[in-house]
């Protein structure tokens, strides 16, 4: 038994639309797509068109008459609406509603989120099926999302939930950051540099400079690869003062 949400879609109308829900799914880990009388029919070849490559989805996605049939083997179902309804019912964000089930799922629960079709979304009939309404909180004067943008929303809450990627990190291809050693090694060299070439004309603010100098490198979080630039820079530069003969020219 999948830990997994299972999607459900209630009369969608358009392949295309089912389509971008399955390309949408698949982008979060979901597979397990459900259609309640879908308008134009099952198999759609507009919907596998609209998919992107989300055959999978596709493929699986079974059909029903029912959107009691749909539901029948969960155990919690989450219905998703932006209107008011009449009916006392426990309502949560897409974000507790990613908790949610992902507790129920280690519990060995079964769960389902009911989207409704485009035009109207879901009746109250199939909401009073739900335990659970999902509301996203979004602009007050205007909430209006189409069926992929929905799905989305749900999938990408609950993929995010269980989700361990960095928040920040530094892309560093085939190079490796560069070592604390090769880094001091670096600036030492630089200091050198700096100091022969007659760049600290006071010499009691050299090392307030020099801590300046570092942490600018520092917060560059160079690789091995760019220390290594920097240091074939120095050379370069070194070698153009020599041939010219004049530092303040290179200065300038």
Not at 186 to 192: D, M, N, Y
């Amino acid at each position: 038994m999948s830990d997994k949400p299972v999607i459900i879609l209630v009369v969608p109308q358009l392949g295309e639309n089912i389509g971008m829900v399955a390309r949408a799914m698949l982008n979060c880990g979901l597979t397990e797509l459900r259609l309640v009388n879908p308008r134009d029919g099952w198999p759609s070849q507009s919907a596998r068109d609209a998919s992107s490559g989300a055959i999978e989805v596709i493929e699986g996605a079974r059909l029903f008459e029912t959107t009691a049939e749909a539901v029948s083997d969960l155990t919690y179902v989450y219905a998703t609406t932006g209107r008011p309804r009449d009916m006392v019912a426990h309502v949560v964000t897409p974000k507790k509603a990613a908790v949610e089930i992902h507790e129920k799922a280690a519990q060995g629960q079964t769960c389902g989120i009911l989207f409704g079709g485009e035009r109207s979304g879901l009746n109250n009939d199939d909401v009073a099926l739900a335990d659970a309404i999902v509301n996203v909180p979004l602009n007050p004067d205007f909430k209006s999302l189409n069926l992929a943008q929905a799905v989305l929303l749900l999938a990408y809450e609950w993929y995010q939930h269980a989700d361990d990627t960095p928040e920040s990190f530094l892309e560093t291809n085939d190079s490796q950051p560069v070592s604390q050693g090769e880094f001091n090694n670096f600036i030492s060299r630089l200091e050198k540099g700096l100091d022969q070439g007659g760049f600290f004309r006071s010499p009691d603010m050299k090392p307030v400079v020099m801590r300046n100098i570092r942490n600018l490198f520092q917060r560059a979080q160079m690789t091995e690869q760019e220390t290594r630039t920097f240091h074939g820079m120095m050379v370069a530069l070194k070698r153009a003062g020599l041939e010219i003969g004049d530092v303040d020219k290179l200065r300038d």
